[in-house]
């Protein structure tokens, strides 16, 4: 198995600062921003309520309704209690359908670039990713053509995120519906649609593939509060899903872990009742430092780039560098480059190997407008020889 290679920069960038090197780190999907002060309230007055016993393994019963409240008015997604399973984390969420899915030799698709850890949770409940490639100029989304070509008898889930990290991708609802088009021809595959970065979304209505009637007792949609709600830590996910799916995550997780954390649960109830407008201060500034990133690197020779609709990536075809030496530096592929930008920049990014498209790289700008800024001066100054 493969390590996470967003953590393993996010350690490579802890490491080089502990040195005393003045690292701008752009590589982890992480929030800058302080959880709302809302949220903690809620969580300090479950700690005064005495909340500090096991929880049910698949959540309070008041964050499911409020789960349940929410996908009906985000996503006009009606489920009930026994479709609903709190997790820690949405990571915890995807490796739960994985191993209660797949058998050996289950095939996966996974539209490139996917999530640094989808390939790796599928090889570890035995199934095995199909990768489809994408590119810049398809705006890195799956066609119906590219996907009727990819499924086999074999051919047991599709994994996809909308907003897609590490692309910033959205699929419309128009798009959705052609994906759909083709999943109906083939009633045994079921999809995975991991919707965390929902509410960063920088176009319009967030559209989930189970909104449509023919596809709704074939998926099951992930999400979770880290993103949005900056709660990385706080390490709470959730899926909405056919019930003998949920049944089966239950099962599974009731072996591994148990029930999510006491006092998040909590404060997660309080963050979901919350209207959306509540952390729209958090979603403006992102936009706000896409549109700086993206001016900013525009004007760096050799990024190609398509401009994110979500999420808090850009994604930049980097391959122009690929065969040249820089400041001594050979650059082969994009980890190479990665490299080179961490090391003569001091500027941490994600290679996209790790996502399945080996001509990008990953940058975060879920940092300050000074970091930003001055990360991309240096990225300039570093590749003026090139």
Same mark, same amino acid.
């Given at each position: ?17 502990? /040195? !005393? ?7 982890? !999907? ?13 969580? *300090? ?17 008041? @964050? ?12 006009? @997604?009606?489920?009930?209690?026994? =479709? ?94 052609? @994906? ?16 965390? %970065? ?40 959730? *899926? ?24 998040? =649960? ?6 979901? /009742? ?6 729209? %201060? ?13 001016? @900013? ?15 808090? %990536? ?11 030496? *820089? ?24 290679? !996209?190997?790790?996502? !399945? ?30």
């Amino acid at each position: 198995m493969s390590t996470s290679q967003t953590l393993a920069m996010a350690a490579k960038t802890r490491e080089l600062k502990a /040195e !005393g090197k003045d690292i701008i780190g752009l590589s982890l !999907g992480e929030p800058d921003f302080n959880t709302p002060d809302f949220i903690k309230e809620a969580a *300090i007055q479950a700690i005064n309520d005495n909340y500090n016993s096991y929880t049910p393994v698949d959540g309070y019963v008041e @964050l499911k309704d409020a789960i349940i409240n929410k996908f009906k008015r985000d996503n006009g @997604l009606t489920y009930d209690r026994s =479709q609903v399973v709190v997790s820690t984390g949405a990571k915890q969420s995807l490796a739960n359908v994985a191993m209660v899915m797949l058998n050996p030799g289950d095939e996966v698709i996974l539209p490139c670039p996917y999530w640094v850890s989808y390939a790796e949770i599928v090889k570890l409940a035995e199934g095995v990713p199909v990768e489809v490639p994408t590119s810049v100029e398809s705006d890195f989304k799956m066609t119906p053509q590219q996907l009727e070509a990819a499924i086999t008898p074999k051919t047991k889930m599709l994994w996809y995120s909308s907003p897609s990290n590490p692309s910033g991708m959205v699929y419309s609802k128009e798009e959705l519906r052609a @994906l759909a088009d083709v999943l109906v021809k083939h009633p045994d595959i079921v999809v995975v649609s991991d919707e965390i %970065y929902e509410h960063i979304n920088f176009v319009g209505d967030h559209a989930s593939m189970a909104q449509f009637e023919d596809m709704y007792d074939r998926v099951v949609t992930v999400n979770g509060v880290s993103k949005a709600f900056a709660m990385t830590g706080w390490r709470i996910g959730y *899926i909405g899903a056919p019930a003998e799916i949920a049944r089966a995550c239950n099962k599974m997780q009731g072996q591994i872990t148990s029930g999510a954390n006491c006092i998040a =649960q909590r404060a997660v109830i309080t963050a979901l /009742e919350a209207p959306v407008s509540k952390i729209q %201060y958090m979603i403006d500034r992102f936009k706000s430092r896409r549109k700086l990133i993206i001016d @900013l690197l525009s004007d760096i020779k050799g990024f190609t780039i398509t401009e994110p609709e979500g999420a808090f %990536y850009v994604f930049p075809d980097v391959s122009y560098f690929f065969g040249k030496t *820089i400041n001594g530096y050979e650059i082969k592929d994009a980890t190479d480059f990665s490299m080179f930008l961490l090391e003569k920049a001091l500027v941490a990014t994600v290679t !996209g190997d790790a996502f !399945g498209s080996p001509n990008c790289i990953r940058l975060s700008y879920a940092a300050s407008e000074t970091e930003i800024e001055e990360a991309m001066k240096r990225i300039k100054n570093a590749l003026s020889e090139a």
